[in-house]
Nanobody, 121 residues
């Protein structure tokens, strides 16, 4: 079974830092794009950042300069380093991946189960 497993969420004070990890497992041929989304209470899910296999990244404007996305292609893992966290960053953070899986060969979009980040004093 192909899946994404996230870790690293928790409670952090305003101005603090946190690092999220997301590992893809299962029978995967390749992963083109990996990314992070978040959903705050009462709001729609929004893009945080994405990174393609070649390393090019994309960020939502409000995260630029504070968040850094990176990936380890050999481990099919994506990371999100978050600095200068604000209470409005409180949300469930979801990992996303566009994978190529075999038998038959086909694209598959994956979502993690979500990890809660709470920024509060």
């Amino acid at each position: 079974q192909v899946r994404l497993v996230e870790s690293g969420g928790g409670l952090v004070q305003p101005g603090g830092s946190l690092r999220l990890s997301c590992a893809a497992s299962g029978n995967i041929v390749s992963i083109d794009l990996m990314g992070w989304y978040r959903q705050a209470p009462g709001k729609e899910r929004e893009l945080v950042a994405t990174v393609i296999s070649g390393g090019r990244t994309k960020y939502a404007d409000s995260m630029k300069g504070r968040f850094t996305i990176s990936r380890d292609n050999a481990k099919n893992t994506v990371y999100l380093s978050m600095n200068s966290l604000k209470p409005e960053d409180t949300a469930v953070y979801y990992c996303n991946a566009r994978a190529l899986v075999p038998d038959p060969l086909r694209p598959l979009e994956l979502w993690g189960q979500g990890t809660l980040v709470t920024v509060s004093s």
